[in-house]
């Protein structure tokens, strides 16, 4: 049964077909200031490398390692803790989340070696991986069916601009104290989290009504009443798949998991080989650090307008060709920017355009996962295709280093992972990915 079909006063009618409140904005903003943790963790412990380095006297093969655990951690962490909340709910995975970022952020300001820090990076991204499933799900949960969207890029959008602050941020901690301090801030961020979840970010009103139970609809209205919208008289129930990663795979959901993990794996390694390498290829073309950061902050930017405009474009022009647009132009993007003549502003408005288009394309595929899979599964789902992809988030940056090793220059290697993206583009195109009937 869609919830087109559902009665009026079911709570999913409700919460799709009634204009949001402000309380379901906040709610909204909250996921946006969890998953900046995302965008400030990827680029602080880069910031925090060279400190790492000196104080430890290693070299760049045991900094790549520290830095490639966090991602690790994150495909474990959306492979395995990531179904969970589809089984306990939203709100206590990210409470579970949180915590487990804390503990990992402030004990690796305390780590003694390369190995310790190594696995507290591995149980960060843990947490992170697993947080992520879970928020993507709550801020499309959220929304009512006009602004879901809109609503998924508002969440995503805080990954750029998390790197932004938190690359800021570290610039700023750096100049007076340690790499520790990096970490130990990062630990404070992530806990004040905690009350921001508990004051503002109610349990899920449809991951609530698939559980049912006796005290179900009472639950809900309580949170209805919350988010000022009217009191559900009746809970319907619905015949959905149960949270698991075998639901995925089967003959319903088959093809578009196995479309959407490869669809976000291709693109991540496009993605990824962007945000990593850009610094570096700026410098080698003979501008000094400072600067070469200055072309990633105009790629982050870029990242959070464009998802910000996905969204917002996606009512009026749909969200699938937004898709395939962005994909192929993120392709073309990538390409451009390993062609620019060596000025720094022409690389700063290629990397703009870059994060514009490669972040907008990020941002949809996130508003996908969110309208193709069902309640029950959309935590599981999203975990699944983020874990998997990460795959691609780490292969583009090795690849990227194996090629610029073998001789490849900016424009070969630029040109040869772009592909990723303008792969991704074909396989939507030919994909026939519906949403939900629920949705």
Not at 278 to 291: I, Q, Y
Not at 308 to 315: D, E, K, N, Q, T
Not at 344 to 359: E, K, T, Y
Request: with cysteine.
């Amino acid at each position: 049964m869609a919830i087109a079909t559902l009665p009026a006063d079911d709570p999913r009618s409700i919460m799709a077909d009634s204009p949001m409140r402000l309380r379901q904005i906040v709610a909204v903003t909250v996921c946006f200031l969890l998953n900046a943790l995302d965008g400030f963790d990827v680029l602080a412990v880069t910031f925090a490398a060279p400190g790492i380095a000196k104080d430890w006297a290693v070299g760049p093969g045991a900094i790549g390692i520290i830095v490639s655990t966090g991602l690790v951690g994150m495909v474990i962490g959306s492979l395995t803790l990531g179904q969970l909340a589809d089984r306990i709910g939203r709100r206590r995975q990210i409470l579970l989340c949180l915590g487990i970022m804390t503990i990992g952020m402030f004990a690796s300001a305390f780590a003694m070696g390369v190995v310790s820090l190594g696995l507290l990076r591995v149980l960060t991204g843990l947490g992170l991986g697993a947080m992520l499933a879970a928020i993507n799900a709550m801020s499309a949960e959220f929304a009512n069916r006009r602004r879901r969207d809109l609503a998924v890029s508002i969440m995503a959008a805080g990954y750029p601009v998390g790197g932004i602050i938190g690359g800021w941020g570290a610039a700023q901690l750096l100049r007076t104290h340690g790499w520790e301090a990096i970490f130990l801030f990062g630990g404070v961020a992530t806990l004040a989290m905690v009350p921001l979840v508990l004051a503002f970010l109610p349990e899920s009103i449809g991951w609530l009504a698939t559980r049912g139970g006796p005290n179900a609809l009472a639950r809900i209205n309580a949170i209805l009443r919350r988010l000022g919208q009217p009191q559900a008289a009746q809970l319907i129930a619905l015949e959905e798949p149960k949270a698991s990663m075998r639901s995925l795979f089967a003959d319903r959901y088959r093809v578009v998991t196995i479309a959407l993990i490869v669809m976000y794996g291709l693109h991540m390694m496009t993605f990824y080989y962007a945000l990593g390498w850009a610094p570096s290829l700026v410098v080698v073309l003979g501008f000094d650090p400072s600067r070469a950061t200055i072309v990633s902050v105009f790629m982050n930017s870029g990242g959070a307008i464009g998802g910000l405009v996905l969204g917002l474009l996606s009512p009026r022009l749909g969200l699938r060709p937004l898709v395939i647009f962005g994909l192929a132009g993120a392709a073309v993007a990538v390409a451009a920017f390993g062609a620019v003549p060596p000025e720094l502003v022409l690389l700063q408005g290629a990397a703009f355009v870059l994060g514009f288009l490669s972040n907008g394309s990020v941002v949809g595929l996130y508003a996908l996962i969110a309208n193709v899979y069902p309640t029950t599964l959309r935590a599981t789902g999203t975990g699944a295709v983020i874990g998997f992809g990460r795959f691609g988030a780490a292969f583009g940056p090795f690849a990227a280093g194996q090629l610029l090793a073998a001789g490849a220059g900016r424009g070969t290697t630029s040109l040869l992972l772009a592909l990723g993206s303008g792969i991704a583009a074909l396989v939507l195109l030919a994909s026939r990915i519906r949403p939900a009937d629920e949705n």
